[in-house]
């Protein structure tokens, strides 16, 4: 029996990653439009709080060192998936979606402190440029949360068996990237200030 | 997650008929045709607003159309033509023809299709639905900030464009994934890249342009969006915004536009030409090139639309060299549809026509591009009608000759029936004479000092004899594109029966039926040369047309696509209300939509 979605493909590529990548080809384009705004704007605010002032460095290593703890825990999931081992896919597919929404809850923190210290959206360009681009990365890091759970949820019904690491796969894929766009943004943003 | 009513869907043969056969679709021609008669829709829209503009600037100091109306029809003309009429039609094409071409059975994600198909489609009305309010964009296609701002334009205006755009933009970054993937993965046996059509080609750049130029557009847009809407600082000078910072993304998007809009028809002729010269495409492999190397340099030339901004003459010297070296490959091409066409055995059908008025038409668009890039020029002709005379001639002379030789060409294709051909002569003659009759004397005018955007022009400046003849030869374009829907619909009730190669051409898409079954090849062909039609066309019709024993699978129908899409344009729309959480009704409509699609089988 032929089947149309599923025959082989020209490259040997399964289509789905071939696509997502794709996509994430698309991402960088969008995050690099970010970024390079935060990067042109960067010393142009007229008016405080400035960067110097209220981005806490130590705080956002610690988060960054959770979000890339998830990445490893990522890695670990897929290879649960693959060999078929379910008690590895869910520990570890738990482990990266509760590190990815324990970076979140730093980054909402971390919102709520400089709302404190008077720094909104509509404050300056630094405010408007820094919540725009990490709340675009956090929305991307919610996303993965979400799909990650879902995954979890399949898992635990036992719907995500070898067949399925495709779908893993291809979230994990989605989710390094989230975690290298982050290393870019703390690199630019809070280390070199 | 399945109500009944999915499953007995899944269950039931496949209906091929029917509004709700049409709503569930994910066949890639039947999209192909929803694309093509949205956009052909919006032509006409499109076209009637420019008939107001011409209307209003035929005689000088003229009151027909107050200056904000006229603000708003020039807004929504560009608006319309580029992203409701340009990039769909492209789009229909693609759908229709590329999977055809390469011996696939359908594009990667048939839904995905879907759902591009449904948003481009809500979020045209989203755009259009503000002239509903009164209060239609109004601030020029490109929308520059600050003008763009809260400040200078407090209505719904320019709510209605970002929003809408930012929803449009959504479906052809989509598209451009789907069309990448389709054209790399799905391929037949054989088909390989220096194997595959031209227009299939061009589809695989302007695919590529889509989803790089597309999300620099939506950042800006969400820039705006903030600024209006959250009070952001991004286009606020008094803050130390910089509004060259809009212009800057505004056309690192805005030109490699440009060249999705054009590239397409380029592709489009090198298909069409060698069927009617009986000759293959001269020079294939550097045609693939020049496309290429368009699509990337075009990466690099975007500044050229701001030289007036007074970049300074480093950058002046860097974007309009940049910009001159665009000129090679697509001269290249130019000279190799001519050589296509030397000591060929031409036939001089509708189809024909268009491509030669495209090499022709295209080429002075081409020379008056070539003065904008010299930067000392362009400061004497920016924002004059030697600017708009430029970009209709490569627009109009270029994509919309294009899609017309498309039409012609592959129309039997799709519907099974051949466009009259008296009717298409006529057609053709009147809307070259009335597009040169509109656009040329418009190099002039703006060479007089003509400016564009503004509603009137006083009597003094001597420009009254010219515009009168702008606008005759508008009503002239007008006319002849009623005689196309004319024939359109002649072509639907009475039109001769196709056959499945009309035109003897060479493509793959010419082995099947007219109109291809669901499946478009019983089994698929092996292919062993570029213009396998030519080649081994028994062999060919013979995979395509084989009756399949058993029967072949096809992605099942689906309501999750539109529902999605009514979603994610809900979601926008519901900013235009200025409560905060409206948006939250949209996000959760659109969440119902991805979850229930995620957990639906493929395949029924």
């Known amino acids: 029996m032929e089947h149309a979605a599923t025959h082989e493909t020209a490259t040997g590529l399964p289509t789905w990653k071939l696509g997502f990548w794709t996509f994430i080809g698309s991402e960088t384009l969008f995050f690099g439009s970010l970024i390079s705004t935060y990067m042109v704007y960067k010393g142009a605010s007229v008016v405080g709080p400035y960067p110097h002032e209220i981005l806490n460095i130590p705080l956002t290593t610690i988060s960054t060192f959770v979000l890339l703890m998830s990445s490893f825990a990522m890695v670990l999931a897929l290879a649960g998936v693959q060999q078929g081992n379910r008690k590895q896919a869910l520990i570890w597919l738990a482990m990266t979606a509760g590190l990815g929404a324990t970076f979140l809850a730093f980054q909402a923190y971390e919102f709520t402190e400089f709302y404190r210290h008077g720094l909104t959206l509509s404050t300056n360009l630094f405010g408007s440029t820094f919540f725009i681009l990490t709340g675009f990365h956090g929305a991307h890091v919610t996303v993965g949360v979400i799909w990650l759970t879902i995954l979890w949820v399949m898992a635990l019904r036992g719907r995500l068996g070898p067949g399925d690491a495709l779908k893993v796969e291809v979230a994990g894929l989605y989710w390094h990237f989230v975690d290298v766009v982050w290393i870019a943004i703390f690199t630019l943003v809070y280390l070199l200030q | ?604």
């Not at chain 2, 480093?314 to 091409?333: H, Q, S």
């Not at chain 2, 001597?462 to 515009?467: A, H, K």
């Open chain 2, 1 to 604: 997650m399945a109500t009944a009513e999915t499953t007995a869907l899944r269950t039931a043969p496949a209906h091929r008929s029917g509004l709700w056969s049409w709503i569930t679709t994910v066949d890639h021609k039947r999209i192909g045709i929803l694309y093509g008669a949205t956009s052909l829709f919006f032509l006409l829209v499109g076209g009637l607003e420019a008939l107001l503009i011409r209307l209003q600037l035929a005689v000088p100091d003229n009151d027909l159309i107050g200056p904000e109306l006229y603000n708003q029809l020039f807004t929504m003309h560009g608006t319309t033509m580029v992203f409701l009429v340009g990039m769909p039609i492209a789009v229909a094409f693609f759908n229709y023809i590329v999977p055809l071409q390469i011996g696939a059975r359908d594009v990667a994600f048939p839904r995905l299709n879907a759902l591009s198909y449904w948003i481009f489609l809500f979020g045209a009305l989203l755009m259009n639905s503000s002239f509903l309010f009164g209060a239609a964009p109004n601030a020029g296609w490109f929308g520059y900030a600050p003008l763009t701002g809260e400040q200078y334009s407090p209505g719904l205006n320019i709510d209605f464009w970002v929003l809408g755009l930012q929803v449009l933009g959504v479906a052809s970054i989509m598209g451009g994934i789907n069309f990448i993937t389709t054209i790399i993965n799905l391929r037949a046996p054989g088909m390989r890249l220096m194997r595959m059509p031209l227009f299939t080609w061009m589809a695989l750049v302007v695919s590529f342009l889509l989803i790089t130029a597309l999300p620099v557009f939506a950042v800006a847009l969400f820039f705006l969006t903030f600024d209006r809407f959250w009070g952001t600082k991004f286009f606020v000078t008094s803050a130390g915004g910089d509004p060259i910072l809009w212009q800057h993304l505004f056309w690192l998007f805005g030109h490699p536009e440009v060249y999705i809009l054009i590239l397409p028809a380029f592709g489009i002729i090198s298909d069409v030409l060698p069927a009617f010269t009986r000759k293959p495409l001269f020079g294939y492999a550097i045609m693939v090139y020049s496309g290429i190397l368009i699509g990337f340099i075009g990466w690099g030339v975007w500044a050229h639309h701001m030289f007036a901004t007074g970049l300074g003459p480093v950058a002046d010297a860097f974007f309009a060299a940049a910009t001159m070296i665009i000129a090679i490959p697509t001269g290249v091409k130019i000279f190799n549809w001519l050589a296509t066409m030397w000591g060929g055995s031409l036939r001089f059908d509708t189809p024909m026509l268009f491509c030669i008025a495209l090499v022709g038409m295209f080429t002075i668009g081409g020379i008056s591009g070539v003065h904008h890039a010299t930067a000392p020029a362009n400061l004497q002709q920016t924002d004059t009608y030697y600017v708009v005379a430029h970009f209709h001639y490569v627009l109009v002379g270029g994509l919309i000759m294009g899609v017309f030789a498309g039409l012609y060409f592959w129309l039997p294709k799709v519907t099974g029936r051949m466009l009259d051909e008296r009717l298409g002569k006529l057609h053709f003659w009147l809307t070259v004479i009335g597009v040169n009759l509109t656009f040329f004397p418009m190099h002039f005018a703006g060479l007089l000092g003509m400016p564009r955007r503004i509603f009137t022009y006083s009597s003094e400046l001597n420009l009254g004899s010219i515009n009168m003849v702008i606008t005759i030869g508008g009503i002239i374009t007008a006319i002849a594109t009623m005689i196309f829907v004319y024939n359109l619909w002649r072509s639907l009730r009475h039109g001769a029966p196709a056959g499945d190669n009309p035109w003897n051409a060479h493509t793959l898409e010419w082995a099947t039926t007219s109109p291809p079954p669901e499946y478009n090849f019983g089994r698929i062909p092996e292919i062993r040369s570029r213009e396998p039609m030519w080649d081994h066309p028994e062999e060919m019709i013979a995979a395509a047309q084989h009756v399949p024993e058993k029967p072949i699978h096809m992605p099942s129908p689906s309501y999750w696509p539109i529902f999605t899409a009514f979603g994610i344009t809900l979601t926008a729309a519901l900013f235009l209300t200025k409560i905060w959480w409206t948006p939250l009704l949209g996000l959760l409509w659109t969440a119902v939509g991805v979850v229930n699609w995620a957990f639906e089988p493929l395949e029924r």
